[in-house]
């Protein structure tokens, strides 16, 4: 069975830290997404990759194509950036049309004041 | 902007009842997706649809069926309610393009008694 794989899987930080979580899937992938999902259940789409960076305010995504991997950074991070942070895929045998996402266990990140 | 809309937000039934759940995409997108979150779990593919028609199909019971209109919107019907069915039901919609980013909607926290 195809798998996304994150760590870690919880995660305490103090405000200001430079925080990383990682990403990684066990075969070949058309796109992945970074998620937020906060208390309370609603997702947010915060990034989708197929090669390369992208960045957002305090949000970094960056992929690996060849190495299967994929991290999200927050710079400066901020207690409001407490969340579950979530990583899913759509692999790339799908071969086009309406796919759905396989997604990670998600990452639960506290940042404290 | 317009986002993704789910109706009911919450919904509480016994076992045995029926249940639908429905999902307005983003305007333009003509595609919808259906996951299934349980209880501390990520959530999970059920099935799909792109101009009305059924697309891909995950993990979906055969107790539930759904469908998409001509509006687009879509319906997710539950029958026969087991107390596993207890879950957040999210619904994300995208433009077809070779990346297809799918956004999320609040979901439905369907609870089963």
């Known amino acids: 069975k195809n798998e996304v794989e994150q760590s870690p899987q919880n995660l305490t930080a103090q405000e200001g830290e430079f925080i990383t979580i990682n990403c990684s899937y066990s075969?070949?992938?058309?796109?992945l997404h970074w998620l937020q999902q906060h208390p309370g259940g609603g997702i947010v789409s915060l990034f989708m990759l197929s090669s390369g960076k992208k960045k957002h305010g305090r949000l970094i995504a960056t992929i690996n194509i060849q190495e299967k991997h994929s991290s999200l950074h927050i710079t400066a991070s901020h207690p409001r950036d407490s969340a579950v942070y979530i990583c899913a895929v759509r692999w790339e045998y799908s071969g086009g049309g309406a796919d759905g996402l396989t997604f990670g266990k998600g990452t639960h990140l506290i940042i404290q004041p | 902007a317009a986002g993704v809309i789910q109706s009911p937000r919450h919904l509480i039934k016994e076992k045995r009842e029926t249940a639908t759940l429905k999902c307005y995409p983003i305007p333009r997108h003509d595609t919808v997706y259906w996951y299934q979150q349980g209880p501390g779990q990520d959530p999970q593919f059920l099935i799909s649809f792109y101009e009305k028609m059924q697309s891909d199909k995950g993990s979906i019971p055969d107790r539930f069926s759904a469908q998409q209109f001509s509006d687009y919107h879509s319906e997710l019907n539950m029958s026969s309610l087991e107390l596993g069915d207890s879950a957040l039901y999210f619904c994300a919609s995208s433009f077809p393009s070779s990346y297809n980013e799918q956004f999320f909607g609040p979901g439905t926290r369907l609870t089963v008694l």
């Open positions: 075969v070949g992938i058309s796109a």
